[in-house]
């Protein structure tokens, strides 16, 4: 099975050093969602730097191969 690496980012990279094994690319951006889900449960949008989150799917050569992304309107 490929192996998947997600970087989360919400104004400062965290890397992901282990990656996870899943049967294909849309199992990778179905996990991908799911993180970016997790990961805003736990913050307020208006207190991430740059109004930005993403997480960066990158495959076993490193090489990205999509991206999810939201951000916050700026009044």
């Known amino acids: ?7 989360i ?3 400062r990279p965290i ?4 990656g996870e094994e899943l049967p294909d690319d849309a199992a990778a951006r179905l996990a ?3 993180i970016m889900a997790e ?3 736990g913050h ?3 207190l991430i730097p740059e109004g930005r989150l993403s997480v960066q799917v990158s ?5 990205q191969i999509f991206n999810v992304v939201t951000t ?3 009044a």
């Open 1 to 7: 099975m490929p192996r998947y690496y997600f970087t």
């Open 9 to 11: 980012e919400d104004g």
């Open 15 to 18: 890397e992901d050093p282990t």
């Open 32 to 34: 991908a969602v799911q």
């Open 39 to 41: 990961v805003m449960t």
């Open 44 to 46: 307020v949008l208006d």
């Open 59 to 63: 495959d076993e050569a490193q090489q």
């Open 72 to 74: 916050t309107a700026v």
